[in-house]
């Protein structure tokens, strides 16, 4: 299978979950201590390495895809995604990210990265699940650095109660309209956080992303709040 984002020959799936996230939630992962992956077909599948295939996307990139290209865009995330972690009681009370705080001198472009790692997220699934989304608007902007115009993020707190260890990303949830997608979420859960991660290429859904964050806009303080769809 050749990489989705460049077209040369594919080496490896892009972690479906950051092995970041991974680490950090989970700790020490191993035969003796493995993780429990869960599907809609079957639950409580051990894993005893965070670099299992189940974990890893079936739609495949390349190592100068995976590595010198995205790789600002991975570190952007791990880096708010620990901020995000470490200052959840604070940012559930105030209901704001300061992106200054976690991004001190460099939050624009820092933001763009966080965009872009997701962007490399929905670009997967979209291949893996054959969404019926236009690959190539996902691509481009990976490859020259662009913000997507039809991505959102939404970041709040995870609103559904589970009483063990989660991180997840759940199914995506589509509106079509003559075979096309024009509207498209999921989620990427990370214990108490949830990340919104829209689609929307279309006027008539743009109330749904009213709380949402897209890099065109100038703001450094982001909305922490629960998802409105």
């Known amino acids: 299978m050749n990489c989705w984002i460049c077209g040369k020959e594919g080496t490896t799936g892009e972690h479906r979950i950051k092995a970041s996230d991974l680490r950090t939630f989970f700790g020490q992962v191993s035969q003796k201590t493995p993780i429990y992956f869960h599907t809609s077909v079957k639950k409580n599948i051990p894993l005893g390495s965070i670099k299992a295939e189940r974990l890893k996307s079936t739609a495949k990139i390349c190592n100068n895809c995976n590595n010198a290209i995205t790789q600002p865009y ?16 604070r940012i559930s009370t105030t209901k704001k990210i300061d992106m200054t705080k976690v991004f001190p001198g460099a939050s624009g472009q820092s933001l763009l990265n966080v965009q872009l790692y997701f962007v490399k997220l929905f670009g997967g699934l979209i291949v893996e699940h054959n969404v019926p ?8 902007a990976i490859q020259t650095q662009t913000a997507h115009k039809n991505i959102y993020l939404g970041f ?6 589970v009483k063990h260890k989660f991180v997840g990303v759940t199914p995506i949830n589509a509106v079509n309209n003559d075979r096309e997608t ?3 979420s999921w989620f990427y859960v990370v214990g108490d ?12 859904y743009m109330h749904v992303v009213r709380n949402s964050w897209h890099p065109s806009q100038s703001g450094k303080i982001l909305r922490f709040t629960a998802s409105a769809h």
């Open 133 to 140: 989304i236009d690959i190539k608007s996902f691509a481009y």
């Open 156 to 161: 709040g707190p995870r609103l559904d109660v």
């Open 193 to 204: 956080i949830a990340v919104d991660v829209i689609y929307s290429a279309q006027n008539e």
């Open 74 to 89: 991975d570190k952007a995330w791990e880096k708010l995604s620990t901020y995000l972690r470490e200052n959840f009681p």
């Open 182 to 184: 024009v509207f498209a």
